[in-house]
């Protein structure tokens, strides 16, 4: 009787050792270092090309829109030509009369004021 | 082939890991000697074969069996230097690194080679008839005799124990 109870218990015990012994699990660090010792932890993650394909995107824009604004300012800067031209032109057909007679402000000063506000 | 090869690892680093521990003792061992084992596979990728799992319980068994061999001989060389002076080994020096205790891992740890071995690769592991006897170069029906010769020796060590 004796005999058989200290089977049943050395089977019991058994059984939960080797139970908890299956449990057993390989610590992370080994996988990490395997990886790392072969020089297979390179991985190419899916986002870097994503990221390199933004900045060049963002390069591309930031230099078309440098492009555009140096376009802008230009075409401003003419359009401003233009127009002190436009009054210069009026200046130069005041005659010297119109000067005398209705003095420097209207002849002189008002085009080039109107000129300087266009602008 | 490095997806091959991590699948494999993936498969079977915790059963490895599980003998090893069983047979070594001691984590930080075992956790050298799983890694050990697959960069060997790593070494022969290009081969392959059908029977990696087999091939790789057998590279990690030799590599257990050779630690335990040193391990014996460091032990062995330590009583040749204290023979003859007043210090006696104390018994701690035998199970240096040995994290396994009680009287069932005590049992297992006694068991004979292939037995103990074949003991915990059977049932930590769950390994089938045909990859236990392929990992040990066995024929089937002797790879079943081991078996059952383990049990029984593990069976009457612990009675014995527990008497």
Known sequence: MREQSVEQQVSEE????FEQARQVKCPPSMKQNLYQHLGLNRT??????????????????????????????L???????????????????????????????????VPVSKSMAQI | MSIWYKLQVSKNQHGLYALAYQMLGNQLEAEDVVQDAFIKLWERREQGGKYEKAWLYKVTRNQC???????????????AQVVGSDVAPSASDEVINDELSGEIGKAIKELDEPYKSLLVM???????????????????????VYLHRARKQLQKSLEKAYA
């Open chain 2, 65 to 79: 069996l050779d630690i335990l061999r040193r391990r014996k001989h460091a032990y062995e060389y330590q009583i």
């Open chain 2, 122 to 144: 059977r049932e930590v592991n769950g390994l089938s008839y045909q990859v236990l006897a392929d990992s040990l170069d066995l024929s089937l029906s002797q790879t079943k």
């Open chain 1, 14 to 17: 058994l059984t939960n050792y």
């Open chain 1, 75 to 109: 075409e401003q800067a003419e359009r401003d030509m233009q127009i002190a031209m436009h009054y210069m032109q009026k200046i130069s057909e005041k005659t010297l009369e119109d000067t005398n007679t209705l003095g420097i402000k209207p002849a002189i000063i």
């Open chain 1, 44 to 73: 190419y993650k899916w986002f870097q090309p994503a990221l390199a394909f933004s900045m060049v995107a963002v390069c591309s824009l930031g230099l078309v829109w440098h492009h555009q604004k140096q376009q802008d300012q």
